[in-house]
C-alpha cells in the first residue's frame, strides 16, 4: 500500500493524445479509402527557422512544396500503399530552409488533420504530427540531399470505417545516394508509402466511453514484417491458389500412375475386344 501514493499520481497523469482545441477528446468525420489526405506544415524564417506568425500571433501553416507531376502540393491516399515521385523546384527560400532542415537546426514540422472535413483543424479539430526528417550535406555552393524517403503511417487496427483516421506518421530518408541541388534546380523525391493497419495496440482500452478509436500503445512486435492487410489477403489467396494447384498436379499425377501400375485399359479398348 506504501506505493499507492506514487501510482495514482501516474494513472491520473495518462491523458488522451491527440485532443482538440478545447483540450477535449476529438470528434472527426472518418476518411474513405484512396481519399486524398490534404496537410499542411509550419512556415519557417530563412534567416533563423523560427515559426512564422500572423496578426494573431498564431504559427502560420502552408502546404508541402508543389510536386512537377501533379502540379499540386504533396498528398497522400488515405490506405493506400504506393511509390510514387515528387519534384520539387528549389527557389532561393526553400533552399535556405533545407540547409536547415539537413543541419537539423530545425525540423520539417507537418500535421496531418485527423477529421477528413474540409478545414477541421482550423475549426478547432485534432490533428496528428508528421515530421519530415530530411538527411545530407551541406557546403558553401551546394547541398546534397538524400532523395529517397519512406514514409510510414499507423491507423486504427479495426477494420472499422468509422475510425478510418490516423495513429501517427512519419517521413523519413533512407537511401545510400544523394542529388546535389542548388538554387534554382529541381529535385525528383521518391516516396514509398506504407499505412500500418494490423499493429494490435498493448495495453489497450476499446473504443467506447468516448473514445474515438481503441486507446494503448500501437506497438511494433519483435518479429516485425511491415505487412497490411490488404497484402494480408493477397497473400493468402495467393498460397491458397499455389497450394490448390500443387495437390491437383500431384493427385493427377498419384492418379496417373495407378492406372499406368495396374494397366487399366480405356472402356474404347475393351469394347473392341468385345
Given at each position: 500500500m506504501k506505493f499507492l501514493p506514487f501510482i495514482l499520481p501516474l494513472a491520473y497523469?495518462?491523458?488522451?493524445?491527440?485532443?482538440d482545441s478545447k483540450g477535449e477528446l476529438p470528434q472527426y468525420e472518418p476518411y474513405t479509402?484512396?481519399?486524398?489526405?490534404?496537410?499542411?506544415?509550419?512556415?519557417?524564417?530563412?534567416?533563423?527557422?523560427?515559426?512564422?506568425?500572423d496578426q494573431?500571433?498564431?504559427?502560420?501553416?502552408?502546404?508541402?512544396?508543389?510536386?512537377?507531376e501533379t502540379s499540386k502540393p504533396l498528398s497522400f491516399k488515405y490506405g493506400v500503399n504506393e511509390d510514387f515521385n515528387c519534384t520539387i523546384s528549389f527557389t532561393d527560400e526553400l533552399f535556405h530552409l533545407f540547409q536547415l532542415y539537413l543541419h537539423e537546426d530545425v525540423p520539417f514540422s507537418c500535421r496531418l488533420p485527423l477529421s477528413s472535413e474540409v478545414a477541421s483543424i482550423e475549426k478547432g479539430g485534432a490533428y496528428v504530427p508528421f515530421t519530415f526528417s530530411f538527411r545530407g550535406t551541406l557546403t558553401d555552393s551546394h547541398i546534397d540531399v538524400d532523395h529517397s524517403m519512406n514514409v510510414l503511417i499507423t491507423k486504427p487496427?479495426?477494420?472499422?470505417?468509422?475510425?478510418?483516421?490516423?495513429?501517427?506518421?512519419?517521413?523519413?530518408a533512407s537511401g545510400t545516394n544523394t542529388t546535389r541541388t542548388v538554387i534554382g534546380d529541381k529535385l525528383t523525391l521518391n516516396f514509398a508509402v506504407r499505412?500500418?493497419?494490423?499493429?494490435?495496440?498493448?495495453?489497450?482500452?476499446?473504443?467506447?466511453?468516448?473514445?474515438?478509436?481503441?486507446?494503448?500503445?500501437?506497438?511494433f512486435p519483435i518479429e516485425f514484417i511491415p505487412l497490411s492487410y490488404q497484402m494480408l489477403y493477397f497473400y493468402i489467396g495467393l498460397t491458397s491458389i499455389v497450394t490448390s494447384t500443387l495437390v491437383l498436379i500431384i493427385t493427377y499425377n498419384w492418379i496417373s500412375s495407378k492406372l499406368r501400375k495396374h494397366r487399366y485399359a480405356s472402356l474404347d479398348a475393351e469394347s473392341k475386344r468385345d
Open positions: 497523469a495518462i491523458q488522451w493524445f491527440p485532443l479509402f484512396g481519399q486524398e489526405i490534404a496537410f499542411d506544415c509550419i512556415q519557417r524564417n530563412i534567416d533563423t527557422g523560427e515559426h512564422k506568425f494573431q500571433n498564431r504559427i502560420v501553416y502552408g502546404p508541402f512544396p508543389k510536386c512537377e487496427t479495426s477494420n472499422d470505417p468509422d475510425q478510418n483516421t490516423f495513429i501517427s506518421a512519419i517521413a523519413y499505412w500500418l493497419d494490423s499493429l494490435q495496440p498493448r495495453g489497450s482500452t476499446k473504443r467506447g466511453n468516448g473514445l474515438p478509436y481503441d486507446a494503448g500503445f500501437y506497438k
